[in-house]
C-alpha cells in the first residue's frame, strides 16, 4: 500500500501551522472512520482536501490493499 498527500499553502485558509494541522487532523478522522470508497474493481482512493475556508487545497491517496 501507499498513501500520498498533498497541500498547498500560502491562500488566507492555509497560511498557520493550525490551518495546515486542521486539514491534516480531517485527513487521519476520515481514514480512521473508513470515511472513503474505492470504485469497484479499482485499489485506489483518492479524497480531497479543503482549507478552513471551504477552497480546495490538495488531496490524498490510498493506493493497494483490500
Known sequence: M?????????NDGMCTSSH????LNTVAKRIR???Y???????EVTRGI????????G???L???A
Open 2 to 10: 501507499k498513501f500520498t498527500l498533498e497541500i498547498e499553502l500560502g
Open 20 to 23: 495546515v494541522s486542521a486539514a
Open 33 to 35: 472512520a473508513n470515511d
Open 37 to 43: 470508497v474505492r470504485s469497484v474493481g479499482s485499489d
Open 50 to 57: 479543503m482549507d478552513v475556508n471551504g477552497n480546495s487545497v
Open 59 to 61: 488531496s490524498w491517496t
Open 63 to 65: 493506493k493497494g490493499g
